[in-house]
T-cell receptor, first 113, second 114 residues
């Protein structure tokens, strides 16, 4: 059964710092990996989707990489801002038929002004 | 504006009552999903539907039921058989049920059962 782990569970950084969030998954046979952002009490906002054949995706200050063979992904946030404060969730689709997302528990990011 | 709407935002019910959560999308997406989120846990899939009049159980379907009579609507009923119904419920959709399509999420409904 696929398991997704995100480390650390919480992270606090000063404004302007570059940072990396980590995601690992136990079954490397994934179709894709998706990074989401969740603000308190809100739904999820999709940030980046990486197909299994891709190594990375970029959107603005965000860059996500995927190393499928080692079961790892990283989300790099450049020049962090207080508005980046949120919980970041990693999820993978694996297994035939259901195409369901398996989520990690998230990393809660606080960017201090 | 295209998107996914969930109503209501907050819902309160007494134990033993069934309650239905609404999910509507105007994105013309074929696939729709229901997830449950509990504090300190990742989201878990309850049910999903790849096409109208078809739906499949996810990992935690016990105590829940769904219908998919229209493409744009995928309501979730939390029955009295669900032992721990208090949670944050999120609906999602994707343009295609295949594995390479991004899932988009609604704003969620927070259900409290006392």
């Amino acid at each position: 059964k696929q398991e997704v782990t995100q480390i650390p569970a919480a992270l606090s950084v000063p404004e302007g710092e570059n940072l990396v969030l980590n995601c690992s998954f136990t079954d490397s046979a994934i179709y894709n990996l998706q990074w989401f952002r969740q603000d308190p009490g809100k739904g999820l906002t999709s940030l980046l989707l990486i197909q299994s054949s891709q190594r990375e995706q970029t959107s603005g200050r965000l860059n996500a990489s995927l190393d499928k063979s080692s079961g790892r992904s990283t989300l790099y946030i450049a020049a962090s801002q207080p508005g980046d404060s949120a919980t970041y969730l990693c999820a993978v689709i694996s297994g035939a038929g259901s195409y369901q997302l398996t989520f990690g528990k998230g990393t809660k990011l606080s960017v201090i002004p | 504006d295209g998107g996914i709407t969930q109503s209501p935002k907050y819902l309160f019910r007494k134990e033993g009552q069934n309650v239905t959560l609404s999910c509507e999308q105007n994105l013309n997406h074929d696939a729709m999903y229901w997830y449950r989120q509990d504090p300190g846990q990742g989201l878990r899939l309850i049910y999903y539907s790849q096409i109208v009049n078809d739906f499949q159980k996810g990992d935690i379907a016990e105590g829940y039921s769904v219908s998919r009579e229209k493409k744009e609507s995928f309501p979730l009923t939390v029955t009295s058989a669900q032992k721990n119904p208090t949670a944050f419920y999120l609906c999602a959709s994707s343009i295609n049920p295949g594995p390479n399509y991004e899932q988009y999420f609604g704003p969620g409904t927070r259900l409290t059962v006392t």
